[in-house]
Every structure is written in structure tokens, then in C-alpha cells.
């Protein structure tokens, strides 16, 4: 496995490397792995920061001081080994708790695929963390204690990851060495686990994996304590898993800002500016600028300042239009299929803010690069998590309930469904007193608009 730099840790890994063109040619090697983000759930004292922590350690992807550490954290605690759960548990007062609160990242890599890792907390009260942590996450794993089996806080953390279109999970039944790592047990675990992912609202593949991270059995080498197991250690299943595109509908551009002409280069016309998401874009293809819906063709394709035939998905790109269109920030340039224009949507919330959202409530909403003033029509239902029954026309949603809620904005967007683009289906709620963020919206086009 090859050693990267952890972001929790200050400095980097030494790999060795003592020649520039070493370095060079490693750096490009790393450049050509695919990524993958990785969301981490599980129930209190499931034992995800130590399976993490296990993971990290024995990919070789921890640095010196970083381990040096967790070791000096370790013998503070009194434990009689290096405690890995220590490794993620970043925060003072995780280490002291023992538990996860805030939303860690890690970034690693191996031969075949690199990382970025969202360790988010197990515990209900931290719901909001975990659906800020798992908002990117192509992937996620959650962590099962295979001996109390799935709880409600697994069944929430399925049900989340669902929502928030993470379209793979790993079901991880750890501490298989705590029941004699018996086949039996892990089959009823995984069967109620996918029993319940089929009747969620969401669709979602779950592949059930036993583990016993405190000892590392299956999760980076097979283990023959596991030997009935036939599938691949935790590790390799990651490395190997194909993912979905975030986008299905065509490229998609959210203004960010327009740059002026610049006769110095020769250029007379202005460029927009932003990240591009979805497809790729070439130089040629048709496009249109809403919400104006002016249509027109690429004429030009920048990226960090070079010209391009070709702009990849992801990537901060200037285009230049072959019509000069009056745009501007919030716009959205869009090719392939096109958009909604729409003053009203549906969507599912996962509310975050102490003070409950009422019916007639009035908030900001942040829509990619727009914000707009909008009011809260009603709110269909809220969402029992842990059973997938719907409570009809609540009076409201506390902090951390999911619920389907109806929107009505001051003006237009330009939205697609959250099931169609988890970049431009989704928005977030903004509390206009204070600008602190209090809930996080998927858009959901097919419940009607």
C-alpha cells in the first residue's frame, strides 16, 4: 500500500522518495487512480473508529507523527495496546468520550484507487453530521456490532444513505471474533438489513461483509477464522467497487463568476466561469443559459488558464459562447438534458436547526452559486426512519427528523431532481437572521413541482 498524507495530520509521509523524478512519476501514477469518497457510519461502540483506524494503519497510510500520537493518546487512556480508534477520533473530546461528534476526513491511497474519507458520528443526536459527512459520498459502510445486531441507529443510517442518493452500501457486521465468528449470526444480520433496504422509499445496494476490526480479520486480508465467507476482505471490495455517475442528465455549469473581454489576448468576447458537473463538454457542443434559455454553442474551453477541446466532469472551467449572452452569477449553463425552471418544489429535508421548520416559515435557500428567498408551503410528512412509515402533515420537523416538505421561492431556479443530479437537486435552507445553515434539501422533481 502506499503512504499519503492524512488531511487530520499536520505534516506529510516520507515514501522514500529521494529524486525528483521519483517523485514526479509517483505523483503522476497517483494522478491516474480513481477516486472514490467513502462515507463511515455505525451505532455507538460499533467499533468504527477502530475499523477505520485498522484500515488506515494497515494500508500504510498513517504518518510517523500521527502514530506516535495515537500512541502517546493510547498510554494517557491506560490502554494496553495502541488504541487505533484514536486515529479518527480527532476532536479532544471524542478521545475522552470515546465517541465520534464532528465529521472527520482522511485521505489515502492504494495501488489501485485513491480515498477521501468521511468518518461521520454514530449517535442520533448528531444526525445533521452525518448527513453533511455523507452529502458527497459515492459509498458508504456501515458498521453493525454483531452482537446486538441492527439496531434503529443502523436502520437510520441505512435509510440516510438512501436518501442522500449513496447509491452503494457496505453492511460491515463487525466483532465476529466476539461470537466465535459464527456464519449463522452474520446471515440473519445481513438478511434484516436487506430486507429493510427493499422497503425504503430510496433505492439502495447493500452488500453485507463480516469483520472483526479489532483484530483485522477481513478487512484488508482474508482471514481463516472467516474461511465460510467467499466474498473479498473489506479493503479490496472498496478498490473493486463501481460507482454511478452523480450526474445522469448532460453537463451541467452553475455560474460562479464572468470574466471580462481581454484584448490583450485577443479575446473580445466574455467567458463564464465555474465548476463543471455531469458530463464532459466539448468545444462544439450546444448549450443553453437559463433561465433565460437563450441557446447557443461552445466556442472556447479554458481550464487553469489553457485552452481545451475537451472539459472533464469536476474540473473549474472559463467557457466562451459563440453568442455573447448576458450571464451571470447564479445562471446555469446546461447541455444534454435540460432543466426545470420552477417557482415551487418538493423535497426531502433532513432539518438540522434547534428551532423546529413550520409550515409559513420564511428562509433563504442556496441553490449551486444562487440564493433565493423562499417559504415554507407545508410539509407533506415526516419520515420515521427506523421503520419507513410516513406520519402525515406534521406541524413541523425538529432537528435531525427527515420529512417531505413544499417550497415556494421569491424567484425562479433552475433545478433538476435529486435522483437526475446530487449537484444541482439538492439546496440548502439558510436562516436569514443569523446565515447559519439549518437544513439540507433533495430535490425531488417526480413528487411534483
Known sequence: MTATTSTAASGS?????????TDTAALDALAHRSLLRLATAGSVDDGKSTLLGRLLHESGSLTDDLVAA?????????????????????LRAEREQGITIDVAYRYFTTPNRAFILADTPGHEQYTRNMVTGA????????LVDARSGLVDQSRRHLAIAALLGV???ILAVNKLDLVDYDEGTFKVIAKEALDFAAGLPWPVSVTPIPISALVGDNVVRPSEHLSWFDGPPLLPLLEAIDVAPATTVGSRLAVQWVIPPDAGAGRDTRMIAGRLVG???HVGDEVTLWPSGRSTTVAGLQVLGTSVEVARSGQAIAVELADDLDASRGDLLAGGAQPTVAASAVADVCWMDERPLRPGARYLVKHTTRTVRALVDRIDHRLDVTTSVHHDDPDHLGVNELGRVEFRFASPLVLDSYTDSRTTGRFVIIDEATNSTVGAAMIRLEAGT
Open 70 to 90: 495515537v500512541e502517546r493518546a493510547s498510554a494517557r487512556r491506560g490502554d494496553s495496546t495502541v488504541n487505533l480508534a484514536l486515529v479518527t477520533d480527532g
Open 135 to 142: 452529502s458527497n459520498a459515492e459509498v458508504a459502510v456501515v
Open 13 to 21: 509521509v516520507d515514501n522514500g522518495a529521494t529524486d525528483t523524478d
Open 167 to 169: 447509491g452503494e452500501v
Open 279 to 281: 458530463h464532459d463538454l
